[in-house]
C-alpha cells in the first residue's frame, strides 16, 4: 500500500506515492514542491506510519503544519520527526522504516557534497526503500544542483514531477509535469495548477502550451 496522493486533479493521474521507491519533487520559489512533501505526509500520518521530515529551514512552522494536520486526532507521540539542518552527508538514522522520508530541500542540504557521496547516498536510500518499504520523497530547487548532481539524483530515484511557472498573457501559468514515475506513468503533457501558498488546485481540462 502507497502514500494516496491528496490533491483532488492530481490524484487521478498519480494516485500514490509507491511505498519502496524514491521520488523527486522539483520547483521553483512558490513553495509547491514543500506543499506536496507535506500533504503526503499528511496521508503517512493518517495512516498512523512515522514520518521523518527533514527541512532547511521553517522547521518549527512544518512540524505545527504537520502536527495539525494528520487526522482528526493529534499525532502520536514518537510517530513524527521534524528535523531543521544546514546539511546532510549520509544516509544514517534517516530511515523511518515501512513510513516515509520527506527532505526539503534536498539540493540544498547537499550542496557540498561530492558527486560520489551523493551518488552513494541515493544507492543507499534505493536499497533501504527496496528492503523496508520506505517510501522517500526529495524536494529539491530547480537551478540549485551542478548539472551532474541533478543528473545523477533523477537517474537513481523512481520518480519525477516537476512545477513548473512561466509568464503568460494574464500573468503568472502554473504546470506540472510527471516525465518519470514507477508505475510506468508518463504525463507527457503540462498540467494547469494554481497554488496560493496554502491550496492547490490542479485543472486538467486547460491546456498550457
Known amino acids: 500500500m502507497g502514500l494516496p496522493v491528496d490533491i483532488p486533479g492530481l490524484n487521478t493521474i498519480l494516485p500514490e506515492v509507491p511505498d519502496g ?66 546539511s546532510i552527508a549520509n544516509n544514517d538514522g534517516l530511515h523511518p522504516s515501512g513510513g516515509l522520508l520527506a527532505i526539503d530541500s534536498f539540493s540544498f542540504l547537499t550542496l557540498d557534497l561530492p558527486l560520489i557521496k551523493l551518488a552513494e ?39 519525477l514531477i516537476q512545477f513548473h511557472s512561466k509568464e503568460g498573457p494574464e500573468g503568472v501559468v502554473r504546470y506540472l509535469r510527471v516525465p518519470k514515475w514507477s508505475s510506468g506513468t508518463v504525463t507527457d503533457r503540462n498540467i494547469y495548477y494554481e497554488f496560493d501558498g496554502t491550496k492547490m488546485v490542479i485543472d486538467l481540462r486547460r491546456r498550457v502550451l
Not at 528492503?131 to 543528473?151: C, N, S, W
Open 21 to 86: 521507491k524514491v521520488a523527486i519533487v522539483e520547483g521553483g520559489t512558490d513553495g509547491a514542491k514543500g506543499y506536496f512533501a507535506r500533504r503526503i505526509a499528511k496521508s503517512a500520518l493518517r495512516l498512523g506510519r512515522p514520518v521523518t521530515y527533514l527541512t532547511s529551514r521553517d522547521g518549527p512552522e512544518v512540524s505545527m503544519d504537520l502536527q495539525n494536520g494528520g487526522g482528526d486526532a493529534p499525532v502520536r507521540s514518537g510517530l513524527l520527526r521534524v528535523e531543521e539542518l544546514d
Open 121 to 159: 547516498m541515493m544507492r543507499g536510500l534505493h536499497t533501504t526503500c527496496a528492503r523496508t518499504g520506505l517510501a522517500v520523497i526529495l524536494a529539491t530547487d530547480r537551478g540549485m544542483f551542478d548539472p551532474r548532481a541533478e543528473a545523477i539524483t533523477i537517474h537513481l530515484s523512481d520518480g
